[in-house]
T-cell receptor
Framework: NAGVMQNPRHLVRRRGQEARLRCSPM?????VYWYRQLPEEGLKFMVY????????ESGMPKERFSAEFPKEGPSILRIQQVVRGDSAAYFC?????????????FGSGTQLSVL | SQQGEEDPQALSIQEGENATMNCSYK?????LQWYRQNSGRGLVHLIL?????REKHSGRLRVTLDTSKKSSSLLITASRAADTASYFC??????????FGTGTRLQVFP
């Protein structure tokens, strides 16, 4: 059973471009979480999705950021018109049950650099 | 905010010594989890303790939870250089998301 797969591992974008980060959860996992991490800091919750539904997006900026988890295919975190402040590591995690009952399995992250 | 605060922020010890990290949080929880992160990598789950549990062991790890004080501690016994990493506590509230603390950077010298 492959782990949580994130790609790309590194993504470089110029200001104003779009960034699309992909996350394939572990097989059988229908709960996906996205986190953002700045250097030397902890993980900041962004959004929680459960197959085709956004359960909690309270940590995600209302503008420029969106997330989806379609019935088929990976979860996508989309950042439009990127700015330098979006530079960070973005981690995806999955679980078979909500985090209130279950541990999370993390991907290796996508390092986004905005020039 | 429910985010946990960890103490100390950084810890340096010699191999063979024990390392203790503390975590405090603010609101009621369903469970508390500890994760480890090696530099530039994703997080790896270490241990989960439920709100009705007080202590849990896993190999060289011992976790305690005091819900009355809203605090938890992670003890790593007989540390090894390979234990060098950042350690995070995370709390799971009834809202189903996991909120992470600020982390403790542990350095174990050979």
């Amino acid at each position: 059973n492959a782990g949580v797969m994130q790609n790309p591992r590194h993504l470089v974008r110029r200001r104003g471009q779009e960034a699309r980060l992909r996350c394939s959860p572990m097989k059988g996992h229908s709960h996906v979480y996205w986190y953002r991490q700045l250097p030397e800091e902890g993980l900041k919750f962004m959004v929680y999705l459960q197959k085709e539904n956004i359960i909690d997006e309270s940590g995600m900026p209302k503008e420029r950021f969106s997330a989806e988890f379609p019935k088929e295919g990976p979860s996508i975190l989309r950042i439009q018109q990127v700015v330098r402040g979006d530079s960070a590591a973005y981690f995806c995690a999955s679980s078979p049950q909500p985090a209130t009952n279950e541990k999370l399995f993390f991907g290796s992250g996508t390092q986004l650099s905005v020039l | 905010s429910q985010q946990g605060e960890e103490d100390p922020q950084a810890l340096s010890i010699q191999e063979g010594e024990n390392a203790t990290m503390n975590c405090s949080y603010k609101t009621s929880i369903n469970n508390l989890q500890w994760y480890r992160q090696n530099s530039g990598r994703g997080l790896v789950h270490l241990i989960l303790i439920r709100s009705n549990e007080r202590e849990k062991h896993s190999g060289r790890l011992r976790v305690t939870l005091d819900t009355s004080k809203k605090s938890s501690s992670l003890l790593i016994t007989a540390s090894r250089a390979a234990d060098t990493a950042s350690y995070f506590c995370a709390t799971a509230a009834p809202t189903d998301k996991l909120i992470f603390g600020t982390g403790t950077r542990l350095q174990v010298f050979p």
